[in-house]
């Protein structure tokens, strides 16, 4: 027999289960796939609506298409289906939205609960992915800056190999310039780099 993770006292456990959803971090939304193919929200958690900044309470009987229309122009809706109907989970890193009421980049997972529904879990990916895109624009500038620049710009590490020199290296050397990789790690550093 499988212990409950969570302990219950009797007549407890849907009550403490419902809390524990409701309470999650993440959102979930909950939908049923009808005999004739549509997908009828059912239920969210507070995490959905504290994730979205709008209650859920009003999609409850609509469509899928109707709650969130932007998403009739996505694979998602047919994805969710496939999920109610094979039991096959289904997962997606990034997924842009936007209406009149929310916009935003959700993590999703999707997977089936019970013959004919869908759960799906989703969390806010925005603030990570204008992180990434800062590092990205960064580096760039970085590398921008780094190709340009008329001075001479090496890296060698304490053995005195040459991990990167930068481009304005070939018109004084002659040597063509190396980047960083573990396939440069042998080349040892060249001769004009103690010459003076």
């Not at 959905?48 to 009987?61: K, T």
């Not at 969130?68 to 939205?97: D, H, Q």
Request: glycine residues 8%; proline residues 8%.
């Amino acid at each position: 027999m499988v212990q409950p993770v969570i302990p219950a006292a009797p007549g407890e456990g849907d009550d403490r289960y419902r809390r524990i959803v409701d309470s999650a971090p993440m959102g979930l939304h909950l939908y049923r796939l009808e005999p004739d193919g549509r997908l009828v929200f059912v239920a969210a958690n507070g995490g959905a609506d504290r994730l979205l900044g709008v209650s859920h309470s009003a999609f409850v009987g609509k469509t899928l298409e109707e709650a969130f229309p932007p998403l009739t122009r996505t694979e998602i809706p047919e994805r969710y289906r496939e999920v109610a109907r094979s039991g096959i989970p289904w997962r997606n890193e990034v997924i842009e939205y936007q209406d009149d009421r929310l916009a935003g980049a959700f993590e999703v997972h999707a997977f089936a609960v019970d013959p004919g529904e869908v759960a799906v879990m989703f969390t806010d990916v925005g603030p990570r992915k204008r992180a990434e895109e800062a590092l990205r624009r960064s580096e760039l500038r970085y590398r921008h800056l780094v190709e340009n620049q008329h001075d001479l710009l090496v890296e060698a590490d304490v053995d005195g190999r040459l991990r990167f020199a930068s481009p304005s290296s070939t018109p004084r050397t002659g040597a063509p310039p190396c980047r960083r990789s573990r396939s440069s790690s042998s080349r040892r550093t060249p001769a004009w780099w103690s010459s003076g």
